[in-house]
């Protein structure tokens, strides 16, 4: 079935992001952040490699950069630790695997591909989880690789004011991800997040669960999200589109356009999410003010993106 045609698509979060609070500075290297992250993910397609691969390395490379809430920059809990999920999924068998509240791996997708071919299971939770890692050899970080001070100063904030927050004050979600279609035509899908600024008693997100942040199906699409992780969840939101694909015969467009600006603005659901359907079309819709966004296709398509456009 397969033309040869390959397409990527990464997001580093979606939320009220806004010319007026940014300075060119930081716009440059958030912009470098997410075309370092989109190019290693092309380079492995365009070589030939897999899909999984693909968006492994790309979410790897976010999660090596300070300013998205993964990784290294994830965003700090109510006690003053981090708690990550992450989860990646195949769309050629639907295996998928997820890790969430884990405090030191250095790269928690990693951990959620190996879950998903080694563990036998699908979703490992906490300390089950790093113990896992660490049998899997996998890099483990201490407490302070994943301080920065402008994650301390937030945290510092949401105490004082005793809320759970979106990633920053200005309520951008900067949870990342990426999405894939390869020259196969297998497409995969992996997210990764520190989740919400000042969460408790153990709060997991949509990240991490298959069919609600993150999804891939070879007859359909393959999709990664970010917003509010609770309405994302109730919304089953990368599910949905995808059934509204198989079971209705709608767009990868139409489907996105009905689940993102319909569906989810109904229960107060804000933000986006990173789409590419069998035939290597690419979405990146969202009804925040802004998301972090970029994608490359083997027609041409290398965009950058941060604000609204025109033409949503
Ligand atoms: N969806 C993520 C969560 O709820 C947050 C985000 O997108 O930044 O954990």
């Not at 809430?69 to 295996?95: P, Q, S």
């Not at 563990?119 to 302070?144: I, K, T, W, Y």
């Not at 590419?276 to 009804?287: A, R, V």
Request: proline share 2%; charged share 20%; hydrophobic share 35%.
């Amino acid at each position: 079935m397969s033309n040869n045609h390959f397409s990527i698509a990464i997001h580093g979060g979606a939320g009220t992001i806004l010319r007026s609070s940014m300075t060119a500075e930081l716009q440059a290297q958030y912009e470098q952040g997410l075309r370092s992250a989109l190019d290693t993910g092309y380079a492995i397609l365009q070589a030939g490699g897999s899909s999984l691969d693909a968006v492994e390395a790309a979410v790897a490379s976010l999660e090596d950069f300070p300013l998205f809430n993964a990784g290294c920059g994830a965003v700090f809990n109510n006690k003053g630790g981090h708690e990550m999920d992450a989860a990646i999924m195949y769309g050629k068998t639907l295996e998928a695997g997820g890790v969430c509240g884990i405090s030191h791996v250095r790269n928690p997708v990693k951990l959620a591909r190996a879950v998903m071919q080694h563990s036998g299971h699908v979703l490992l939770a906490g300390q089950g989880a790093e113990e896992f890692a660490r049998l899997q050899h996998l890099p483990m970080e201490d407490d302070a690789y994943f301080y920065t001070e402008q994650r301390y100063k937030q945290w510092q904030e949401a105490l004082k004011e005793d809320v759970v927050q979106l990633d920053h004050t200005d309520k951008k979600y900067g949870t990342v991800g990426a999405v894939a279609l390869d020259k196969a035509g297998n497409l995969a899908a992996a997210t990764s997040t520190g989740g919400l600024t000042n969460k408790k008693y153990g709060r997991v997100g949509d990240s991490p669960i298959p069919g609600a942040g993150t999804y891939a199906n070879n007859n359909t699409c393959a999709i990664s999200c970010t917003g509010v992780g609770e309405l994302f969840i109730r919304s089953v939101v990368s599910y949905d589109i995808s059934c509204l694909i198989e079971y209705k015969g709608l767009s990868l467009k139409d489907a996105c356009q009905l689940v993102v600006h319909d569906k989810l603005v109904k229960i107060g659901g804000e933000g986006g999410l990173i789409a590419i359907d069998k035939y290597g079309n690419i979405e990146m819709p969202f009804n925040s003010e802004g998301m972090y966004r970029a994608c490359r296709d083997s027609r041409g398509r290398n965009e950058v993106l941060i604000y609204k456009t025109s033409t949503p």
